[in-house]
């Protein structure tokens, strides 16, 4: 990120520390006389203003495990809780968008909450917010219309959805202002700050060998096409086998050709994959293609697999076109 942009960004956090009355931990009261919240949440709450960025939070939140719903009616929370704890199999947390839309939020949050927090939930309340130039910017980019704007301007509407939450805003245990964030800035200051899962972990990379005769995968964002490599299917012996078996692995292999362009691959994907996540890509498909869909690209596929198995990598593997395959 170059200088300028970290430098605003530490500007932004510092801004937001002053506005949380008083700056929170996780061992300190939320100003208002809620309780205090875990350290390991299971229901996290989004609230603030429209164009703050909640929904770009809540996206971010579903790419790494959470179970999240936006906009609903506060009266059905309790109930929501107890129907997901009662058929859940495990202990995935929580992520809701409530606001100005969602029924009962501004009326009744604080009950809610406490009558909750009485039966054991851990809750986390975020407050994102914006500088209202800012957000008439964002209205302007997006061309949507503010919840409230039905019969006043977005700058007015946006003046009473500030003071209506008011209150709300108090009993947060964190305050965000997202002035100074573009969204994939504020992604990732959210997968950093609310993710348990390890940065290496989120991107889950699909493998698929394939034949050109069936065309390339249609989901495939990287493509490489093995074809230059020596054909098995010219060695007769081999010919009725699939690069899954032991001949033909060791054939594939064997050829100087093949461990140099693995020596340049294994490079080239150390090299790109932590970058697209950097970026927050959740899942990446690389197509490995050679004519028939049934040696050299199994092979290699399965060589990536074995590779990626090395460097703690989440994968999947298919052989798309091994079944119908008929020569390589």
Same mark, same amino acid.
């Given at each position: ?121 851990? /809750?986390?309340?975020? *407050? ?6 800012? =957000? ?5 980019? &997006?061309?949507? #219309? @503010? ?124 090299? /790109?994959?932590?970058? *697209? ?6 899942? =990446? ?5 050679? &004519?028939?869909? #049934? @040696? ?33």
């Amino acid at each position: 990120m170059p200088l300028a942009a970290a430098r605003k960004l530490r500007a932004a956090t510092a801004m937001t520390a002053s506005q949380a009355d008083p700056p929170l931990t996780a061992d300190s009261p939320p100003p208002g006389g809620a309780k205090p919240f875990a350290a390991r949440f299971s229901i996290l709450i989004i609230t603030g203003l429209s164009g703050s960025g909640k929904s770009t939070v809540l996206r971010a939140l579903e790419d790494v495990g959470y179970f999240c719903v936006d906009n609903l009616p506060l009266s059905l929370l309790p109930a929501f809780l107890t129907e997901l704890e009662r058929s859940s199999q495990d202990s995935r947390k929580i992520a809701l968008v409530m606001d100005v839309r969602t029924a009962g939020f501004l009326q009744d949050y604080s009950r809610v909450c406490r009558e909750l927090q009485d039966q054991g939930y851990a /809750l986390h309340l975020l *407050f994102l917010e914006a500088d209202e130039r800012v =957000l008439l910017r964002r209205f302007s980019q &997006t061309r949507r #219309q @503010h919840p409230l704007a039905d019969h006043e301007s977005i700058a007015e509407a946006l003046r009473q959805e500030r003071a209506s939450l008011q209150g709300v805003r108090q009993m947060a245990h964190r305050i965000l202002d997202t002035s100074l964030y573009n969204p994939h800035q504020l992604r990732k200051l959210i997968l950093d700050e609310y993710s348990e899962v390890e940065p290496r972990q989120r991107m889950l990379l699909h493998l698929i060998s394939f034949s050109y005769k069936y065309g390339i995968p249609p989901e495939a964002d990287l493509v490489m096409d093995v074809r230059f490599l020596p054909n098995p299917y010219f060695i007769e012996e081999l010919r009725p086998l699939t690069g899954n078996e032991p001949r033909v692995r060791e054939f594939v292999l064997g050829q100087e050709e093949t461990m140099a362009f693995l020596g340049q691959f294994y490079g080239f994907l150390d090299f /790109l994959l932590p970058r *697209f996540q950097r970026e927050g890509k959740t899942h =990446l498909t690389l197509a490995i293609g050679c &004519t028939g869909g #049934q @040696h050299r690209s199994v092979v290699i596929a399965n060589v990536l697999g074995e590779h990626l198995s090395q460097e703690n990598l989440p994968f999947t593997l298919t052989h798309r076109d091994l079944a119908q395959a008929a020569g390589g």
